[in-house]
């Protein structure tokens, strides 16, 4: 069964260092989302792509995080500089379909777990 | 703005016991609703769906019926194992252009004990 692959699994960086992680969604799908899951808590979405074109960042804090999907295919999510609050796991996931239906289901990745020391 | 509220855990049951874990959400529009799981140090997996008014979602088990006038969405099982023990998640996609994520609640952890 295709899946969402995600690295590095697990980093550890220093507060102030830069972070980035790689996502691969499903093959042929539109949609691409990033998601930031706090310990105990349900993810919150960061960045949503349709293709290479963002359509949601309206909770990516834009001072440190960037995301991009250059080629409207595997994507990037970088933070710098980073911050303690920002240990998290990081889920990508993605869905066939550009628009809203209500077969679009979402498929997620193993997530990357970040610490900030 | 959109919202989902789910019951508090954890929920510690004895295996072969009756499960219901309660979901309530606040939309605008005709939102799609989604059951997700976690297991241990890994990402969500879809269990089960309703993208319309009384339609029930079911997989391995669970089920979980779409109630507009409630506005809500349990999640049910008739009989409980120790592998479904996990985080379980409500979430909810709104419809609207082409920006659809997921509104995730805050997650029910769930205990079964043999």
């Known amino acids: 069964e295709a899946e969402v692959a995600q690295s590095p699994r697990y980093k550890i960086t220093e507060k102030s260092q830069a972070v980035a992680f790689w996502c691969d969604p499903i093959s042929g799908h539109a949609t691409l989302y990033w998601y930031r899951q706090i310990l105990g808590q349900g993810p919150e979405l960061l960045v949503q792509?349709?293709?290479?074109?963002?359509?949601?960042d309206s909770q990516l804090p834009k001072d440190r995080f960037s995301a991009e999907r250059l080629k409207g295919v595997d994507s990037t999510l970088k933070i710098q500089p980073a911050e303690l609050g920002d240990s998290a796991m990081y889920l990508c996931a993605s869905s066939l379909f550009r628009d809203s239906f209500s077969g679009n289901t979402i498929y997620f990745g193993e997530g990357s777990w970040l610490t900030v020391v | 703005g959109n919202s989902v509220t789910q019951m508090e855990g954890p929920v510690t049951l004895s295996e072969e016991a009756f499960l219901t874990i309660n979901c309530t959400y606040t939309a605008t529009g005709y939102p799609s609703l989604f059951w997700y799981v976690q297991y241990p140090g890994e990402g969500l997996q879809l269990l089960l769906k309703?993208?319309?008014?009384?339609d029930k979602g079911s997989n391995k088990g669970f089920e979980a019926t779409y109630r507009k006038e409630t506005t809500s969405f349990h999640l049910e099982k008739g009989s409980v194992q120790v592998s479904d023990s996990a985080v379980y998640f409500c979430?909810?996609?709104?419809?609207?252009?082409?920006?659809?994520?997921?509104?995730f609640g805050k997650g029910t952890h769930l205990i079964i004990q043999p």
């Open positions: 979430a909810l996609s709104a419809r609207g252009g082409g920006a659809d994520g997921l509104t």
């Open positions: 792509f349709q293709d290479e074109s963002v359509v949601d």
């Open positions: 309703a993208t319309k008014a009384d």
